[in-house]
């Protein structure tokens, strides 16, 4: 990129401009977030409006800067510096790489309180757990591969770990110790942190954060919370769960344009598995405070995790399939459990699958010391109301097979799908097939397919009962069957 192109970029993770070396204390700490997080420039000479104002004397400004970054940074820190010249301004670059000798700190600060990491287009004081992140990350070590002293096999859930890998694995103790479940320390075997974040029996007393919080609201934010709920599950098995809860607010569709039905649901679930799956892998799970977040809203769904990126990644990366693994132990398991294929290719997937389907791109964000990737949905979606979960909208289409029948009306295949998850009121069936008010095309439909035993009242004996509804009875299923053969729901 040249410098033209370079100053009309905005600022961010790897970019930032500085007027003057006025308040040197701002700039340090930028220099120090970059060479802790991804690299990156600081332009001095530039008004807020990214126009270049230039430097009086840069040859004693690049002195005092030298002085300044060596006086000001620990452990040493040599970044590239030169003076470029735009509309007869001259201005100073400061670039400065990813370092291998991270976590840099202020010294006026510490190396405790003086560590800083770019988040965004801020500058974001790292606490003890990112500290000790940012030494893992130099190191090679990943923070699930240290062990558990203390702990033994007994405390994995062998029984949960056996049910997921079926006849994958036998999971002797040599393989347990291949998947890195188990390490050998002190002359014995061992769990390490992955193992017990995984399958620990008691996970979360070691871990009081590593269980996942799911909510879905009321409009656009916060606000209101219309269902919530809190899962403890073994991490392989938190995507179902996580998806269940998603798919229990979501709408699904029943169409009939081809020769089977197809269900088809308001929320992009392929996406939304991508991300659930990412939270997982890539959570830190070092971090205190912080539980995996699912938040359904009624325009988009949000999935956090605590941890912002590995130094060196940036956003960009990502979507480009670069892919650096946080937790080596658990990305194994959940690539030995068929959960996630190729490493970096989940991104890539979500974003060809929203152009796919039409949809915006989905967003990713470093919020605070979580990483957020929004999911927009096609339309709004208000929540499920009590009763009807998840709800089914009927596509009025039908296959030539199921018109051939005397009974065959789209409306009547249509009323038969809807009861086909559970009994349904009069007005609930009318909210899923479109229609509403109580025309005498749908009295006539009821009144053929209770006279035909293919539905019945779920209250026979009070017919007239506001507290009715209907329900598919054993005929009405198989005639349901016959006419549109099923297909698993994706």
């Known amino acids: 990129m040249n410098i033209i192109d370079l100053l009309r970029q905005a600022e961010g993770k790897t970019l930032e401009f500085k007027r003057d070396l006025s308040?040197?204390?701002?700039?340090?700490?930028?220099?120090?977030?970059?060479?802790?997080?991804?690299?990156?420039?600081?332009?001095?000479?530039?008004?807020?409006?990214?126009?270049?104002?230039?430097?009086?004397?840069?040859?004693?400004?690049?002195?005092?800067?030298?002085?300044?970054?060596?006086?000001?940074?620990?452990?040493?820190?040599?970044?590239?510096?030169?003076?470029?010249?735009?509309?007869?301004?001259?201005?100073?670059?400061?670039?400065?790489?990813?370092?291998?000798?991270?976590?840099?700190?202020?010294?006026?600060?510490?190396?405790?309180?003086?560590?800083?990491?770019?988040?965004?287009?801020?500058?974001?004081?790292?606490?003890?757990?990112?500290?000790?992140?940012?030494?893992?990350?130099?190191?090679?070590?990943?923070?699930?591969?240290?062990?558990?002293?203390?702990?033994?096999?007994?405390?994995?859930?062998?029984?949960?770990?056996?049910?997921?890998?079926?006849?994958?694995?036998?999971?002797?103790?040599?393989?347990?110790?291949?998947?890195?479940?188990?390490?050998?320390?002190?002359?014995?075997?061992?769990?390490?942190?992955?193992?017990?974040?995984?399958?620990?029996?008691?996970?979360?007393?070691?871990?009081?954060?590593?269980?996942?919080?799911?909510?879905?609201?009321?409009?656009?934010?916060?606000?209101?919370?219309?269902?919530?709920?809190?899962?403890?599950?073994?991490?392989?098995?938190?995507?179902?769960?996580?998806?269940?809860?998603?798919?229990?607010?979501?709408?699904?569709?029943?169409?009939?344009?081809g020769i089977r039905r197809k269900d088809v649901w308001s929320i992009p679930l392929g996406i939304l598995r991508e991300a659930v799956i990412n939270a997982l892998v890539h959570a830190d799970y070092s971090q205190r405070g912080a539980p995996i977040r699912v938040a359904f809203f009624d325009d988009r769904i949000e999935i956090e995790n605590p941890g912002i990126l590995l130094p060196g990644m940036t956003i960009e990366d990502m979507k480009q399939g670069v892919s650096r693994i946080r937790n080596h132990v658990i990305a194994r398991i959940f690539r030995e459990l068929k959960l996630i294929e190729q490493w970096g290719s989940g991104v890539r997937r979500m974003f060809r699958e929203a152009e796919k389907q039409g949809l915006p791109e989905p967003k990713i964000e470093e919020i605070g010391m979580r990483l957020r990737f929004t999911v927009p949905l096609a339309e709004p979606l208000a929540p499920v109301e009590a009763g009807v979960q998840p709800r089914m909208r009927v596509h009025a289409q039908t296959t030539q097979g199921a018109q051939s029948g005397a009974q065959s009306g789209a409306q009547s295949v249509s009323v038969l799908v809807a009861l086909s998850d559970t009994p349904l009121s009069a007005a609930e069936v009318m909210h899923l097939l479109g229609l509403e008010s109580k025309t005498g095309a749908f009295k006539r439909t009821i009144k053929e397919l209770l006279e035909q035993g293919l539905i019945e009242y779920t209250m026979p004996d009070k017919p007239n009962s506001r507290m009715q509804k209907y329900r598919l009875t054993v005929n009405g299923a198989s005639k349901l069957a016959a006419w549109l053969p099923q297909e698993t729901p994706q």
């Open 23 to 257: 308040s040197p204390k701002n700039l340090l700490k930028t220099l120090v977030a970059f060479a802790n997080t991804a690299g990156g420039k600081v332009i001095v000479g530039m008004d807020d409006n990214r126009q270049p104002l230039g430097l009086e004397h840069p040859l004693d400004e690049e002195e005092r800067l030298c002085s300044l970054i060596a006086d000001s940074i620990s452990p040493r820190l040599v970044p590239t510096i030169e003076m470029i010249t735009v509309e007869d301004k001259t201005l100073l670059v400061v670039e400065v790489f990813l370092s291998g000798t991270r976590p840099h700190w202020l010294n006026a600060d510490g190396p405790e309180a003086g560590v800083y990491v770019r988040l965004g287009s801020t500058n974001r004081q790292a606490d003890r757990e990112l500290i000790a992140e940012l030494r893992r990350s130099v190191e090679g070590v990943a923070f699930d591969e240290s062990s558990m002293p203390g702990l033994s096999i007994d405390d994995l859930d062998m029984v949960a770990m056996k049910a997921l890998f079926g006849d994958q694995r036998e999971l002797r103790e040599n393989d347990l110790l291949t998947l890195r479940l188990l390490t050998r320390e002190q002359g014995g075997l061992v769990p390490t942190k992955g193992a017990v974040l995984l399958f620990g029996k008691e996970r979360t007393r070691h871990f009081p954060d590593a269980w996942v919080q799911c909510g879905r609201f009321v409009g656009r934010d916060k606000a209101v919370i219309f269902d919530h709920i809190e899962l403890y599950d073994p991490l392989p098995q938190a995507a179902d769960s996580i998806m269940l809860f998603l798919k229990k607010h979501a709408m699904r569709s029943a169409d009939f344009s």
